[in-house]
């Protein structure tokens, strides 16, 4: 198994044991959402990275709103031009917003394109249907796949791109992005910190959530949620080597590079030989509460079908209306139709269940009209009066049965 | 060519206005209120799950009422499809070509592309989910054969305008109603806080919840991420210059009291300004346009993104509450000329009321209740809601119109 980490300086590549590192990942200022590196360290990290024979990662990751687009291509243009100049091994961009890889396929057609389908697309029709684009499908390399996907899915997708020779990737360790906004929601509380500093990263929790303690980023692209817990799949090796990935993320970005390099590598050692002892440790340099999020059970799939309320989903398609008027006195009972247009003939056999369960049956020789006019079929009425029933209550339902 | 028609072709093109149909009741209000078109969910597919949505019967003859009257209908596919959401999708769009919608409004490319293939007859929208922000995305899903844009609700009208012309294809953005904060279809808090998948329609409102926020031993309780809802009334001449197709109003979730007024609004401040521009400020105070949208519960407004980025006004920062002016009372569903007017009961309602009708056009006119009666036609003193009763003949009503009621603060 081959692995990717994230470093913020070229420094770090010295300390980290690479001999399982396939990729890097340089997130440059300006072109990621998170980017920090400035240019001249990035092409540092790329020389780095070259002579380490590392392939390298760019984050192009920004979605791209019109008004930046021209703007944001050309600075892209320029840094992508220059940082083909240090000979890396291969370079990958990756991208989120679709627009961004069609103007980066069409624009320069050499680039290798490095999807970032971690929210989007999760079916493999719509993965299937970029590796076949025209444009963007030539100059697609790799993907990154949804962490929301569960084992026996990544595994089917994987081997299917394989069959484009494009290669995947899944975070491995790392935080998992919850929500992204333009919007600056921290300057109202923080305005102060804010006008010194470019980014604050602070926790936020709520009472009315099961969860607390998310980290919430604001910088100069907006503001960012993270999950409460961070993903961590790194006690399940074999499940890891079954999956058939090309390659595993570790991104520690948000940790002082100190702790990040010590961090990745104590990841990468587990990856080489798993040990409980090793894993604890490692949890407890990290601090922070980590899961498999839903690498083994996607929880949503399992809940999202309870969500259908079956009262109002499952509705029967021969109920013809509700009872809305109960008149004990005049001995009917006015039923407002569901489709006034639909023609109900006389004689009926009715099925009436009440609010309360009662089931009751009935033949209707005739209805009448709110005038107490006799009808043998209705025509365009919204009320219909049938005869009354003992334990019907207003909001039975009335079914035809035929 | 005579002066008239010289006259008509210079009036700018109206965009349609498109409503939120959450049922089949709420679709018939929104097409009598002025809706060119309503959108709406079929049992699958959407981002409503645990909405009341459309069975196909219902569907059919919604399709149906609402061409009789010149109205379109969009039908939302826009969840992100998981492997096995395709489960049932090729019979539901045979369904829905037959049946003649005009067109599915979607965001998975999957599913644009088996549409595209296999259902030639269906016109594609995009659906906002799908976050298109540029030209170069727009070109994109134009190329996979969509036809329409609903742009992501960052989008300025600045930027909306030259989407337009650089891409040729329908635009269409929302005017009012509630706003993600998110970019919307990347927001997964409800997928990993509660398991549910807000992009499969199981979204909890995490956004809406009050969240205490620490820095550094401070702590502050806030509703940070809760958006105020967007209103567009100021900035119609803003939808004319950029050349929009149509207008969308949020809210199938939202009661008919919502539906008809938003709908009526914006189709009378649409014509207004087509055919009077330079009076449009005008008549928007005569005719008390804002006034009339804060009628019904909502929360603070803003203009969202329309003109500039949202900025931090764009925050609601409150609790939800239910702060509305007026009430609905129920749908008028019959008329009996100089008799009675039959009445479906939303809330309840007593004798000695005043109502007031909302016309599908023009002022509302208030209504005093000496009488209230059963439909069988005994005397009642109040109403239940989900009940039908007779209420006394007044001569500006008409089948669908909606009954409102002051709320007393």
Same mark, same amino acid.
């Given at each position: 198994?081959?692995?990717?980490?994230?470093?913020?300086?070229?420094?770090?590549?010295?300390?980290?044991?690479?001999?399982?590192?396939?990729?890097?990942?340089?997130?440059?200022?300006?072109?990621?959402?998170?980017?920090?590196?400035?240019?001249?360290?990035?092409?540092?990290?790329?020389?780095?990275?070259?002579?380490?024979?590392?392939?390298?990662?760019?984050?192009?990751?920004?979605?791209?709103?019109?008004?930046?687009?021209?703007?944001?291509?050309?600075?892209?243009?320029?840094?992508?031009?220059?940082?083909?100049?240090?000979?890396?091994?291969?370079?990958?961009?990756?991208?989120?917003?679709?627009?961004?890889?069609?103007?980066?396929?069409?624009?320069?057609?050499?680039?290798?394109?490095?999807?970032?389908l971690?929210t989007s697309f999760h079916n493999?029709h719509s993965?299937?249907?970029?590796?076949?684009?025209?444009?963007?499908?030539?100059?697609?390399?790799?993907?990154?796949?949804s962490?929301e996907l569960p084992?026996?899915e990544?595994?089917?997708?994987?081997?299917?791109?394989?069959?484009?020779?494009?290669?995947?990737?899944?975070?491995?360790?790392?935080?998992?992005?919850l929500?992204?906004?333009?919007?600056?929601?921290?300057?109202?509380?923080?305005?102060?910190?804010?006008?010194?500093?470019?980014?604050?990263?602070?926790?936020?929790?709520?009472?009315?959530?099961?969860?607390?303690?998310?980290?919430?980023?604001?910088?100069?692209?907006?503001?960012?949620?993270?999950?409460?817990?961070?993903?961590?799949?790194?006690?399940?090796?074999?499940?890891?080597?079954?999956?058939?990935?090309?390659?595993?993320?570790?991104?520690?970005? %948000? &940790?002082? +590079? *100190? #702790?990040?390099?010590?961090?990745?590598?104590?990841?990468?050692? $587990?990856?080489? =030989?798993?040990?409980?002892?090793?894993?604890?440790?490692?949890?407890?340099?990290?601090?922070?509460?980590?899961?498999?999020?839903f690498?083994?059970t996607n929880k949503s799939d399992i809940l999202l079908p309870k969500l259908k309320n079956?009262?109002?989903q499952?509705?029967?398609?021969?109920?013809?209306?509700?009872?809305?008027?109960?008149?004990?006195?005049?001995?009917?009972?006015?039923?407002?139709?569901?489709?006034?247009?639909?023609?109900?003939?006389?004689?009926?056999?009715?099925?009436?269940?009440?609010?309360?369960?009662?089931?009751?049956?009935?033949?209707?020789?005739? %209805? &009448?009209? +709110? *005038? #107490?006019?006799?009808?043998?079929?209705?025509?365009?009425?919204? $009320?219909?009066? =049938?005869?009354?029933?003992?334990?019907?209550?207003?909001?039975?339902?009335?079914?035809?049965?035929? | 060519?005579?002066?008239?028609?010289?006259?008509?072709?210079?009036?700018?093109?109206?965009?349609?206005?498109?409503?939120?149909?959450?049922?089949?009741?709420?679709?018939?209000?929104?097409?009598?209120?002025?809706?060119?078109?309503?959108?709406?969910g079929g049992q699958k597919f959407g981002l409503r799950a645990a909405s009341?949505n459309?069975?196909?019967?219902?569907?059919?003859?919604?399709?149906?009422?609402?061409?009789?009257?010149?109205?379109?209908?969009?039908?939302v596919l826009n969840s992100f499809f998981h492997r096995q959401d395709f489960e049932g999708l090729?019979?539901f769009?045979?369904?829905?070509?037959?049946?003649?919608?005009?067109?599915?409004i979607v965001s998975d490319l999957g599913v644009?592309?088996?549409?595209?293939?296999?259902?030639?007859?269906?016109?594609?929208?995009?659906s906002t989910q799908a976050?298109?922000?540029?030209?170069?995305?727009?070109?994109?899903?134009?190329?996979?054969?969509?036809?329409?844009?609903?742009?992501?609700?960052?989008?300025?009208?600045?930027?909306?305008?030259?989407?337009?012309?650089?891409?040729?294809?329908?635009?269409?953005?929302?005017?009012?109603?509630?706003?993600c904060?998110s970019?919307s279809g990347h927001c997964v808090i409800s997928n990993y806080t509660q398991g549910r998948d807000s992009n499969r329609g199981g979204c909890a409102h995490s956004?809406?919840?009050?969240?205490?926020?620490?820095?550094?031993?401070?702590?502050?309780?806030?509703?940070?991420?809760?958006?105020?809802?967007?209103?567009?009334?100021?900035?119609?001449?803003?939808?004319?210059?950029?050349?929009?197709?149509?207008?969308?109003?949020?809210?199938r979730?939202?009661?008919?009291?919502?539906?008809?007024?938003?709908?009526?609004?914006?189709?009378?401040?649409?014509?207004?300004?087509?055919?009077?521009?330079?009076?449009?400020?005008?008549?928007?105070?005569?005719?008390?346009?804002?006034?009339?949208?804060?009628?019904?519960?909502?929360?603070?407004?803003?203009?969202?993104?329309?003109?500039?980025?949202?900025?931090?006004?764009?925050?609601?920062?409150?609790?939800?509450?239910?702060?509305?002016?007026?009430?609905?009372?129920?749908?008028?569903?019959?008329?009996?000329?100089?008799?009675?007017?039959?009445?479906?009961?939303?809330?309840?309602?007593?004798?000695?009321?005043?109502?007031?009708?909302?016309?599908?056009?023009?002022?509302?006119?208030?209504?005093?209740?000496?009488?209230?009666?059963?439909?069988?036609?005994?005397?009642?003193?109040?109403?239940?809601?989900?009940?039908?009763?007779?209420?006394?003949?007044?001569?500006?009503?008409?089948?669908?119109?909606?009954?409102?009621?002051?709320?007393?603060?």
């Amino acid at each position: 198994m081959k692995y990717t980490i994230f470093v913020e300086k070229a420094d770090e590549l010295k300390l980290i044991d690479l001999t399982a590192v396939s990729h890097v990942i340089i997130s440059p200022l300006g072109l990621s959402r998170f980017g920090k590196t400035s240019a001249e360290e990035s092409y540092v990290i790329i020389q780095a990275a070259r002579d380490l024979k590392l392939s390298v990662i760019i984050e192009f990751d920004m979605y791209c709103h019109e008004s930046l687009r021209e703007g944001l291509f050309y600075s892209f243009k320029k840094f992508y031009l220059e940082a083909l100049k240090y000979s890396p091994k291969e370079l990958l961009v990756k991208v989120c917003d679709l627009g961004v890889a069609l103007f980066c396929a069409q624009e320069l057609p050499k680039i290798n394109l490095h999807l970032n389908l971690e929210t989007s697309f999760h079916n493999p029709h719509s993965i299937m249907s970029l590796a076949n684009h025209p444009i963007i499908g030539p100059a697609l390399k790799r993907v990154s796949l949804s962490p929301e996907l569960p084992f026996m899915e990544v595994k089917s997708i994987a081997r299917s791109l394989h069959l484009f020779n494009i290669k995947t990737d899944l975070l491995l360790f790392g935080r998992l992005l919850l929500f992204s906004t333009p919007r600056e929601l921290l300057t109202p509380h923080f305005e102060e910190i804010l006008k010194i500093k470019e980014d604050l990263m602070i926790e936020g929790g709520s009472e009315e959530s099961p969860h607390k303690g998310f980290p919430i980023l604001q910088n100069k692209q907006g503001t960012f949620m993270f999950n409460s817990k961070d993903l961590c799949l790194l006690d399940i090796p074999e499940k890891l080597r079954e999956v058939g990935l090309d390659s595993w993320v570790i991104d520690l970005r %948000f &940790e002082e +590079a *100190e #702790k990040r390099v010590r961090l990745t590598n104590q990841a990468l050692s $587990l990856t080489d =030989i798993f040990g409980q002892e090793k894993f604890l440790e490692l949890k407890n340099t990290y601090e922070r509460p980590v899961n498999r999020g839903f690498f083994l059970t996607n929880k949503s799939d399992i809940l999202l079908p309870k969500l259908k309320n079956n009262r109002l989903q499952n509705r029967h398609q021969l109920m013809i209306g509700q009872i809305v008027d109960v008149c004990k006195e005049q001995g009917r009972m006015a039923i407002l139709l569901r489709d006034p247009e639909q023609k109900i003939k006389a004689p009926a056999k009715l099925k009436l269940s009440s609010p309360t369960g009662k089931e009751k049956d009935m033949v209707v020789h005739y %209805f &009448e009209d +709110a *005038e #107490k006019k006799q009808l043998t079929e209705s025509s365009g009425h919204n $009320l219909l009066f =049938i005869p009354w029933m003992s334990g019907m209550t207003t909001r039975s339902n009335v079914f035809l049965d035929l | 060519m005579d002066s008239l028609e010289v006259a008509f072709k210079k009036l700018p093109q109206r965009p349609e206005v498109l409503a939120p149909a959450g049922s089949l009741s709420k679709l018939k209000v929104a097409v009598h209120y002025g809706a060119d078109a309503v959108y709406l969910g079929g049992q699958k597919f959407g981002l409503r799950a645990a909405s009341e949505n459309f069975t196909n019967s219902e569907l059919q003859e919604g399709v149906k009422y609402a061409h009789a009257r010149k109205s379109k209908v969009y039908v939302v596919l826009n969840s992100f499809f998981h492997r096995q959401d395709f489960e049932g999708l090729d019979e539901f769009l045979t369904f829905l070509s037959d049946i003649k919608v005009d067109a599915v409004i979607v965001s998975d490319l999957g599913v644009v592309d088996f549409i595209s293939q296999n259902y030639k007859s269906l016109v594609i929208h995009l659906s906002t989910q799908a976050s298109c922000l540029n030209v170069s995305s727009a070109l994109f899903w134009k190329e996979r054969g969509v036809k329409r844009i609903v742009l992501g609700r960052e989008v300025t009208l600045n930027e909306a305008k030259i989407i337009k012309e650089k891409t040729k294809l329908e635009i269409e953005m929302f005017i009012h109603g509630s706003m993600c904060m998110s970019y919307s279809g990347h927001c997964v808090i409800s997928n990993y806080t509660q398991g549910r998948d807000s992009n499969r329609g199981g979204c909890a409102h995490s956004c809406r919840f009050e969240y205490k926020l620490k820095n550094n031993g401070q702590e502050i309780s806030t509703y940070f991420m809760s958006s105020k809802d967007l209103e567009g009334v100021d900035v119609i001449p803003h939808f004319f210059d950029a050349g929009i197709d149509s207008v969308k109003i949020e809210g199938r979730m939202k009661g008919p009291l919502y539906a008809a007024t938003t709908t009526k609004i914006y189709r009378e401040a649409l014509e207004c300004y087509q055919q009077n521009p330079t009076e449009f400020v005008k008549l928007k105070k005569e005719k008390g346009w804002t006034e009339e949208l804060n009628k019904f519960s909502h929360r603070d407004y803003t203009n969202g993104s329309l003109i500039g980025p949202a900025d931090i006004s764009s925050i609601y920062n409150k609790r939800e509450s239910e702060e509305k002016t007026f009430d609905a009372i129920g749908t008028v569903l019959e008329i009996k000329e100089g008799q009675y007017l039959l009445i479906e009961v939303r809330n309840k309602f007593s004798c000695g009321e005043t109502l007031e009708i909302l016309p599908f056009r023009g002022k509302s006119e208030k209504i005093y209740l000496d009488k209230i009666l059963s439909a069988s036609g005994s005397e009642i003193e109040s109403t239940k809601p989900g009940s039908v009763v007779r209420i006394p003949y007044v001569k500006c009503a008409s089948p669908h119109v909606i009954l409102r009621r002051e709320v007393l603060q």
